[in-house]
């Protein structure tokens, strides 16, 4: 067997109310979306991004141990959105779009849990250079759900009253042919509808989507439109474009904006903004795609902080489910939130073992590992009876990423585990050798 080890530092000055981040799988998968079932947080669905370049077709995973596992759905295209009915939650609806190496666009149902899929697209144009964007449905009456198209000639808003069996196009002239990027439906009132079409800025229907009237934020590609703890209060994730980008905020239904970008960097672009609600302690999360420094954090000080997940090309999206946040980019990561954010006390981090890649493998595999602090690691490789097959890496070694190549000769093929341990860490992996 041979092994080839590299190490480069990654981990700086240590971040003021850093989490603890886990990697939890799908790590060759380029993350985009993610739902969660509401009446239990193990249970969560993630979509990836399909890719010509790199070779990735893009899919829909799901688990139900909250990472421990992960099953595939579905293959075959960029998943733009996923959206799980608020009282069926075996139903889940996704926007897909073609990957270079797929060549299915549309809406797509599953009443199942995601065993199977069906077409529901009926009334919905096929622009061969678009496809389907975003999905909100009613959270009081899900047989009526929102769907936005967006491309390279822009789009339509599109409303289905019969749980999307059939779709009609919101013709307004504040819609009409620019593309949607975002949806939110008041979860009070819900004939009142935000959307984003395109760089037209913010609109809003009172009147379930018939008339709308704009909101001002023009210039500017808005990626979320989420709800604040009040159903006046409202949150956009921007970027591109006009300054100030990221982050802006609405007391009054959007009728006026904030920027409350303290302590955000000038680079951040928001994709995705999460809130919780606890009595006392309200808290929003932001994902930061694009530029290191993946996800941040706002209290009732709105002073922002970052959540120490410092990943180079940023964090595409986010997921809160009950306590525990969950981020996409190359992989999942996981952290539980704190009560409170305004306290000095800070979570120490711990080291991070990812994924092999590839996997299965044959003839060699690269594993990764992180390390916070200097530190006395072992990484150890087990068969599937438990007995060791080879110490990979057994001496102290510096802060940071570090990288070891496995070549797997004379081995058979079958599953194998291993082991990364130090002082106050010990956690365990699996990797499929295939001939």
Request: with cysteine; net charge neutral; glycine share 10%.
């Amino acid at each position: 067997m041979r092994l080839f080890l590299t190490s480069f530092l990654l981990f700086g000055a240590a971040i003021t109310h850093t989490q603890t981040w886990q990697s939890v799988g799908l790590d060759s998968e380029d993350i985009y979306r993610f739902a969660f079932d509401s009446s239990n947080a193990n249970v969560v669905y993630v979509g990836s991004f399909g890719n010509f370049s790199t070779g990735k077709v893009g899919g829909i995973f799901r688990t139900s141990n909250a990472g421990g596992s992960w099953d595939t759905l579905f293959r075959g295209g960029i998943v733009y959105d996923l959206v799980l009915d608020p009282v069926d939650h075996k139903t889940i609806y996704a926007a897909i779009g073609r990957s270079g190496l797929t060549t299915f666009s549309g809406i797509l149902k599953s009443s199942d849990d995601g065993k199977s899929w069906a077409e529901i697209d009926s009334g919905i144009y096929k622009d061969p250079d678009g496809h389907p964007a975003v999905i909100a449905i009613d959270p009081k009456n899900s047989q009526i759900i929102y769907a936005g198209t967006d491309g390279f000639f822009g789009g339509e808003m599109y409303k289905s009253t019969n749980q999307g069996m059939n779709w009609f196009v919101l013709n307004d002239s504040s819609l009409s042919g620019w593309g949607v990027t975002a949806i939110a439906v008041n979860p009070e009132s819900t004939n009142v509808v935000y959307a984003s079409p395109a760089t037209q800025g913010i609109v809003r229907s009172g009147d379930g989507g018939i008339h709308w009237i704009k909101l001002g934020l023009e210039n500017r590609i808005i990626n979320d439109i989420e709800f604040g703890c009040t159903p006046s209060t409202v949150y956009v994730g921007t970027s591109f474009d006009v300054a100030p980008v990221g982050f802006f905020s609405s007391s009054d239904g959007g009728a006026t904006w904030s920027t409350n970008k303290n302590g955000l960097p000038d680079t951040v672009k928001g994709t995705k903004i999460q809130v919780s609600c606890k009595p006392g302690n309200r808290q929003v999360f932001l994902s930061n795609a694009w530029t290191r420094g993946s996800v941040f954090r706002a209290g009732d000080d709105w002073i922002w902080k970052s959540m120490g997940l410092n990943l180079p090309a940023g964090a595409t999206t986010i997921c809160l489910a009950g306590d525990m946040l969950y981020a996409g980019a190359s992989g999942v990561y996981v952290t539980q939130i704190v009560t409170s954010i305004n306290s000095r006390s800070v979570v120490e981090p711990v080291a991070r073992l990812s994924q092999n890649y590839p996997n299965p493998f044959n003839p060699s595999t690269v594993i990764h590992y992180a390390l916070p602090r200097k530190s006395q690691i072992a990484l150890t490789l087990y068969n599937a009876l438990g007995q060791v097959v080879q110490v990979l890496v057994n001496q102290e070694e510096e802060a940071g990423d570090h990288e070891v190549r496995f070549y797997s000769n004379n081995l058979t093929s079958g599953m194998y585990f291993y082991t990364l341990k130090t002082k106050d860490f010990t956690t365990t992996k699996k990797l499929v050798l295939v001939h």
